[in-house]
């Protein structure tokens, strides 16, 4: 398999390569660490996380759920896994003796060590990369109500989703409408009219049109999910968790109910133990599926971790994250 190497080791050792044909001898040790502390470690990260942000940019989301669409984001970071590795641990070598050492490459999957790279390259995606975003996001799987046999239905449909995509939600509203409009039972469309008015800020027409789609399809993942959504816009915490938990009663792997229902307590609740135990099964859940969006679960765990231990309450803390077989070293 090709593997990328980061363009700064390339330049380092070519550097090396021209030195010594331009002398009697090998370039210092010295020379070399001198060189190496010039040179920005976190470049090697930012340069191999790009590579896997193109791979992700190619991954077609066309009729595949989120799970398929997942899988495919994990192999564009798995491909720069390695490549990242040598670069870190190649520079690490040079700094620190200005050397040739023996190295090791990790490439078990489950190891702790190989572990540490993907998640470095996954945070910097879900930082950095629109592609990854507008990928974990998509959710096309059809069946037999999603989509329409009416040409004029999906003109509409194709033209909304083109201004959609500009995020011009209101322009591309009356497309949505119009295609429902030839064909009732076009969920896809319905899933689109409510999105659009949830944009714009019409809530109540946004869960008019999501129940529409549920009426259609009751098992339709994104009107479940979003109608968690609008009741949180409209700062109706007590019905956003009847929703999830809706949600869960058909999806009960879904780690997207466990992270809503952990930022309605941790956030707006302001129970930070509950908040942390539903964040806790949506990591668990995150990392079993491969999924990147166990960065911001991450982010929020260490967020309430910063108030408890504000609070007095680091004990707590951690009995939550053992409960959860989640297993960290004290701060």
């Known amino acids: 398999m090709k593997k ?10 070519s550097f090396q390569l021209i030195h010594a044909q331009d002398s009697s001898k090998p370039a210092s ?3 070399l660490q001198a060189l190496a502390n010039t040179i920005d470690s976190t470049k090697f990260l930012a340069e191999v996380s790009k590579e896997s942000c193109k791979c992700i ?16 984001i994990k192999k564009c970071i798995d491909k720069e896994v390695t490549a990242y590795q040598l670069s870190l641990k190649l520079f690490g070598s040079l700094k620190a003796t200005g050397k040739n050492v023996s190295i090791s490459i990790n490439t078990n999957q489950n190891s702790n060590e190989y572990k540490r790279y993907y998640y470095e390259i996954e945070r910097w995606l879900n930082d950095s990369c629109a592609s990854l975003k507008r990928a974990v996001s998509s959710e096309n799987k059809e069946n037999e109500y999603s989509t329409s046999k009416n040409p004029e239905a999906l003109k509409q449909f194709d033209a909304g989703v083109d201004i959609m995509n500009k995020n011009n939600y209101a322009e591309a509203l009356p497309y949505f409408k119009k295609a429902v409009e030839i064909d009732s039972m076009f969920v896809f469309a319905w899933d689109n009219v409510g999105l659009c008015y949830r944009k714009t800020n019409d809530l109540d027409k946004a869960l008019e049109a999501y129940s529409k789609s549920l009426s259609i399809d009751p098992k339709g993942h994104v009107p479940l999910q979003n109608i968690a959504i609008v009741y949180e816009y409209k700062k109706d915490y007590d019905k956003e968790i009847d929703a999830y938990q809706k949600l869960l009663a058909i999806y009960p792997d879904d780690p997207e109910v466990f992270y809503g229902i952990g930022n309605v307590y941790a956030f707006y609740k302001k129970d930070l133990e ?29 967020t309430i971790y910063n108030q408890m231990k504000k609070d ?6 951690y009995k939550i994250l053992a409960d959860n077989n989640i297993n960290v070293n004290k701060k």
């Open 274 to 302: 509950k908040g942390l135990d539903n964040f806790c099964k949506a990591y668990n859940l995150y990392i079993k599926l491969n999924s990147p969006y166990r960065v911001d679960a991450e982010k929020n765990i260490n």
């Open 4 to 13: 990328n190497i980061p363009l700064i080791i390339i330049c380092f050792f």
């Open 57 to 72: 940019d190619s991954i077609s989301l066309t009729n595949r759920d989120n799970k398929e669409i997942v899988q495919d």
């Open 29 to 31: 040790p010295e020379l």
């Open 312 to 317: 007095g309450k680091e004990d707590a803390f």
